[in-house]
């Protein structure tokens, strides 16, 4: 008897450790949602331009701001989605949405997001455009197993899956933009579902 309530002991001061320097309580169902922010938001971007009188996107002119407008529509949805979902699951267990996993969470995600980021905008800025598609699926995916280390291990395997797509983008930018969709919407919409089912309803 004195052997189990030791390996209790040990399996729930495991568990604090955890949680203290982890955050959980990340949503599947805000991964599957960003997933159908995505896909929509692609295929409004690809009947605008094949609508245009040019059939191709350039860097100027009302098409592009729309479409940007677009991508930004799309990451903003994604992450309001995330924060609302996330908030209401870290109530329900009982945990706190604001602390310090979830701080270091933040940042770790965001280094890499931001200066990726930049750095798109710096070679947009000099009309070197036929990578974007590959380093926004690089950048992203190298963020995500960067903040894998603060919540749920399995999101690196999500960052794994971007950063090789973001390399077939790169070796055949042509098809970027499918590789995008590919990336940004069914990824997203099938590890938001194995997450939601391994984790959410757990």
């Avoid at 949503?27 to 692609?42: D, H, N, P, Q, V």
């Avoid at 908030?87 to 965001?110: C, H, M, P, Q, Y």
């Avoid at 750095?119 to 380093?135: H, V």
């Avoid at 197993?145 to 973001?166: M, P, Q, T, V």
Wanted: glycine content about 10%; hydrophobic content about 50%.
């Amino acid at each position: 008897m004195e052997s189990k309530d030791y390996l209790k002991d040990i399996t729930e001061i495991k568990n604090l450790m955890n949680k203290s320097s982890r955050f959980i309580s990340l949503s599947g169902l805000s991964g599957i949602l960003a997933g159908i922010y995505a896909l929509i938001g692609a295929a409004f971007a690809y009947w605008l331009v094949i609508n245009s009188e040019l059939e191709y996107l350039i860097l100027d002119g009302p098409i592009y701001n729309i479409v940007m407008l677009d991508l930004f529509l799309i990451a903003f949805l994604s992450a309001v989605t995330g924060v609302i979902l996330t908030t209401r699951k870290a109530k329900k267990a009982g945990e706190k949405i604001w602390d310090g996993a979830s701080k270091r969470l933040v940042i770790n995600f965001l280094i890499p997001l931001v200066v990726g980021g930049i750095y798109i905008l710096i070679i947009l800025g000099q009309q070197k455009y036929g990578q974007t598609g590959a380093l926004m699926l690089i950048f992203y995916g190298l963020a995500l197993i960067n903040a894998s280390k603060y919540s749920i291990g399995d999101i690196r395997y999500l960052g794994f899956a971007e950063i090789i797509l973001g390399l077939i983008c790169a070796l055949y930018p042509g098809y970027g933009f499918w590789l995008w969709v590919i990336g940004f919407g069914l990824m997203h919409i099938i590890y938001g579902t194995w997450m939601h089912f391994k984790y959410d309803r757990a």
